[in-house]
T-cell receptor, first 113, second 119 residues
Framework: GIQVEQSPPDLILQEGANSTLRCNFS?????LQWFHQNPWGQLINLFY???GTKQNGRLSATTVATERYSLLYISSSQTTDSGVYFC???????????????FGQGTTLQVKP | GAVVSQHPSWVICKSGTSVKIECRSL??????MFWYRQFPKQSLMLMAT?????????EQGVEKDKFLINHASLTLSTLTVTSAHPEDSSFYIC???????????????FGPGTRLTVT
């Protein structure tokens, strides 16, 4: 099945700094989503981005499908950005094309005041 | 839009008993619902995929007789953990998708999760 790798596994930033999180995947995708998991466990949808570039406030994301990677940019980080960021992909191939997502291991971000 | 709820948010049960977790799509009809499991400090692992009115498709290694999934309507799916044991203690999260939602038929929206503790 499709493999998903996220880097770095952990990241510590000072408030106000910028960061880039990376997601590599091993096959063609029809779905790629970025999530932020808050301290209570809720997954917050950040981007649905199987290709192209999107921006939402201080966050932006780019997926280069032909090279099988996606990047999540966080600018001017705030303490509330702390938490775990997951990339999840849906393979274009595989039996039934059910739309299921495979999650990476996540990047744990800590933003210090 | 695209809100998914779960109930209960947390539950404690005794070993050997069964627990039912509900997942509802509140403002859309979900053609497909998914159930995930997450252990502390780990990623989410897909347990099963369910479509309304049909049997769930379980991932390899997931016991279908232990984790019963019912998707009775386009807004409700349930996960029943039967004869629960301490090793079933985990965070269970559901998600839902619909081709009618803006974005993509494949985009998933997640519930807030249910924390299960088996004593």
């Amino acid at each position: 099945g499709i493999q998903v790798e996220q880097s770095p596994p952990d990241l510590i930033l000072q408030e106000g700094a910028n960061s880039t999180l990376r997601c590599n995947f091993s096959d063609s995708v029809n779905n790629l989503q970025w999530f932020h998991q808050n301290p209570w466990g809720q997954l917050i949808n950040l981007f649905y981005i199987p290709s192209g570039t999107k921006q939402n406030g201080r966050l932006s994301a780019t997926t280069v499908a032909t090279e099988r990677y996606s990047l999540l940019y966080i600018s001017s980080s705030q303490t509330t950005d702390s938490g775990v960021y997951f990339c999840a992909v849906g393979s274009r191939h595989g039996s039934g094309n059910t739309g299921k997502l495979i999650f990476g291991q996540g990047t744990t971000l800590q933003v210090k005041p | 839009g695209a809100v998914v709820s779960q109930h209960p948010s947390w539950v404690i049960c005794k070993s050997g008993t069964s627990v039912k977790i509900e997942c509802r799509s509140l403002d859309f009809q979900a053609t497909t619902m998914f159930w995930y499991r997450q252990f502390p400090k780990q990623s989410l692992m897909l347990m099963a995929t369910s479509n309304e009115g049909s049997k769930a498709t379980y991932e390899q290694g997931v016991e279908k007789d232990k984790f019963l999934i019912n998707h009775a309507s386009l807004t409700l799916s349930t996960l029943t953990v039967t004869s629960a044991h301490p090793e079933d203690s985990s965070f269970y999260i559901c998600s839902a998708s619909s081709p009618r939602l803006a974005g993509s038929m494949y985009e998933q929206y997640f519930g807030p999760g249910t924390r299960l503790t088996v004593t």
